[in-house]
């Protein structure tokens, strides 16, 4: 797990940490049942860490991503491999069936210069897709991660035809053998999700961790917000761009090095 | 004199048209079962070909619908008494029309048996959502509409809801329009004109459809109808079709003006294979010149020309939507302008879509529903005036 910068929900764990340390101090002048009365203080301080199950997510905190599209690999595909195996998704690339994240090869047409990077949903600030659903099954969580409810999603793809990023699919058939933590339907349609399970556990998403793994370390994810997070200091010492900038909708993925 | 309203008689042509009709809207039905059942996986559409038929078929029969409208809309708001006897049948093809589209439209959801979410959560930001009440408020406004046509005790408000429903139906075309217009991600799209433009498909589409089915009821069971009537609706059609084919050269011109826009211009007018067929040999030849041809000949006004002439003019409005939904979507998104691109998800490339069966069978089941309802509410209740012939309408409204 490559942990990730600070979120305000991390706050919180400071309290703890605080809490904890001066009933250890109240408990080792008592030299009583230190065992007993520790351990839940301990096993408190790893839950701690992640977002409560039933703390609403922050608006303090924006997820984004960095691309660095110098050191992303050539014909390199373990972030799709690992969006695929973390999110269950088949890895077939028939025109039916799901791709939450692809490897795109960009080839300028005057200069030939040649780039490979990586496309999901971009999770933008101002989403075209959220807009246009009829139902308000797209939505943005108040940490800016796009995604769609899967019990109000009617399956008229309207967010498909919205999005400019081609980053949602539409599930073309029945599933079997889903991941517990990532619900998915037949007739709905689905995006990358930053991996909303893993963040919510204060883990990054699969692709991040499967990129430094591989050691091309070309994705940065972290807190936009936050102004001491990696991605939010590189964000501002270098020159990165949004993919279709033009249509200001903020993305929450950048790139650098195109 | 009052002009008579009458059933239409449940004669072996009915019944025949019933089962056929019937028959097909089943199938349509069927399809959409199928299709429930094992997901989309059995159609031709793609996640790069998000909408296929069964929208060119619902959003051509929604466009129909408003237009069908019309020929009640010239009699109560503009005060055009020779279409009066017409507005009961008008009114009538506006709700089958659009009911018909509609069960194209939802029976395709990806979760079609979520109908009741649809019509119960919304989001205002959404064109959808605005839609789904404008769909539901015409029908209510319709069908009182008709009331005021139909019951004494409705005519006091025969003008103030016919023009509320003018009004209304303007602006649901404007939002069908709208669901292509507002579209900022394809280069299609994303046009203020689609509105008005849908507009005046509406008006072609709606009166070739109202012209077929009048001379089909009339002729089916055995009713005069005369030529001052049918001339009329066809110098109408002629100048609908004309107006069709300015907002398409307009559309295109400005597009071929700018230049970020040649490489859809270009995919739609000259590489685009089957989509460009459909434009030049669909929309333009069958759709455009070939009613122009024949509505603006005085040697073709022949009822058999009439007949083709809104033939051709409908088969136009078809490929239209083919050339709107699937060429649109067919031709790629520029997500990374000056650059060639290419990916496992087909980016970059022109994405291919052959339609499957169960999506022809769907379409045509919304048109044979709309069809069938226009039919059998005829029967049922009296909709059509028992003669429409030159001398009926002289005696009511005088030299025309």
């Known amino acids: 797990m490559i942990p990730h910068e600070k979120s305000p929900a991390d706050n919180s764990m400071d309290t703890l940490t605080t809490d904890t340390a001066t009933r250890r101090d109240f408990l080792k002048a008592g030299a009583v049942v230190t065992g007993a009365t520790l351990a839940p203080g301990v096993l408190f301080y790893g839950v701690a860490h992640s977002r409560p199950a039933d703390a609403p997510a922050s608006a303090a905190v924006r997820w984004g991503m960095l691309i660095d599209t110098q050191k992303c690999g050539d014909g390199c595909k373990s972030c799709v491999t690992a969006c695929n195996e973390e999110n269950g998704l088949s890895g077939k690339t028939g025109p039916q069936d799901s791709q939450w994240i692809r490897k795109v090869d960009i080839r300028n047409l005057q200069t030939g210069a040649h780039h490979e990077l990586p496309m999901l949903c971009q999770h933008c600030e101002k989403p075209p897709c959220v807009d246009v659903c009829p139902t308000g099954a797209s939505m943005k969580r108040a940490d800016g991660i796009v995604l769609v409810d899967r019990h109000i999603c009617i399956g008229c793809r309207y967010c498909m035809m919205a999005c400019p990023y081609k980053a949602r699919s539409l599930v073309h058939e029945p599933l079997t053998e889903q991941k517990p933590d990532v619900p998915r339907g037949m007739g709905c349609v689905e995006a990358c999700t930053f991996c909303v399970q893993r963040v919510d556990r204060d883990e990054s998403p699969a692709c991040v961790e499967a990129c430094a793994k591989d050691g091309h370390n070309a994705m940065l994810f972290g807190n936009l917000n936050d102004a001491d997070a990696p991605i939010a200091k590189a964000l501002k010492s270098m020159a990165s761009t949004e993919v279709r900038a033009d249509l200001n909708l903020n993305t929450g993925v950048r790139y650098q090095g195109i | ?341 290419t990916s496992s998800f087909y980016d970059g490339a022109v994405n291919a879509y052959s339609p499957a069966l169960v999506e022809i069978l769907l379409g045509i089941g919304g048109v044979a529903t709309a069809i069938l309802l226009t039919v059998g509410a005829s029967k049922v209740l009296r909709f059509m005036p028992e003669r429409l012939d030159d001398e009926t309408l002289a005696a009511l409204h005088g030299k025309h």
Not at chain 2, 53 to 75: D, E, M
Not at chain 2, 229 to 254: I, K, P
Not at chain 2, 297 to 323: D, F, H, K
């Open chain 2, 1 to 341: 004199m009052n002009i008579a309203f009458r059933e239409i008689q449940a004669k072996q042509g009915y019944w025949l048209t019933m089962l056929v009709f019937g028959a097909l809207a089943g199938m349509g039905v069927l399809s959409a079962l199928y299709m429930e059942h094992n997901g989309h996986i059995v159609t031709g559409m793609t996640n790069q070909i998000v909408w296929g038929l069964p929208h060119v078929f619902a959003v051509f029969l929604i466009v129909a619908a408003s237009g069908a409208l019309n020929v009640a809309s010239i009699a109560t708001v503009f005060g055009k008494t020779l279409y009066k006897p017409l507005n009961r049948l008008s009114a009538l093809m506006a709700l089958t029309f659009l009911a018909g589209g509609l069960m194209a439209l939802v029976l395709d959801l990806g979760r079609a048996d979520r109908l009741v979410v649809a019509m119960t959560q919304y989001n205002f930001k959404s064109i959808f959502a605005w839609n789904v009440i404008l769909y539901n408020g015409f029908f209510a406004i319709v069908i009182a509409y008709l009331w005021t046509m139909m019951d004494r005790k409705g005519a006091p408000w025969y003008k103030a809801v016919g023009t509320f429903a003018f009004v209304w139906r303007l602006i649901l075309t404007t939002g069908t329009g709208s669901i292509f217009g507002f579209l900022v991600a394809r280069e299609a799209y994303d046009a203020a004109l689609l509105a008005p433009m849908f507009i005046i498909f509406s008006f072609n589409y709606g009166l070739a459809m109202f012209l077929l089915i009048l001379m089909g009821l009339y002729k089916g069971d055995n009713r005069p109808l005369g030529d001052k009537l049918v001339n009329r609706l066809r110098s109408l059609l002629g100048t609908f079709v004309a107006a069709s084919l300015y907002f398409t050269l307009v559309y295109h011109l400005t597009n071929l003006y700018f230049t970020k826009h040649h490489g859809l211009e270009a995919f739609l007018l000259l590489e685009g294979g089957i989509h460009t067929q459909m434009f030049w040999v669909g929309q333009v030849l069958i759709g455009y010149v070939v009613p122009m041809a024949i509505l603006f000949n005085p040697a073709t006004r022949g009822r058999g020309w009439t007949v083709i002439a809104a033939v051709a003019a409908v088969l136009g409005g078809l490929a239209q939507m083919w050339v709107t939904i699937i060429g649109g979507q067919a031709y790629p998104m520029d997500l990374f302008p000056g650059y060639t691109v």
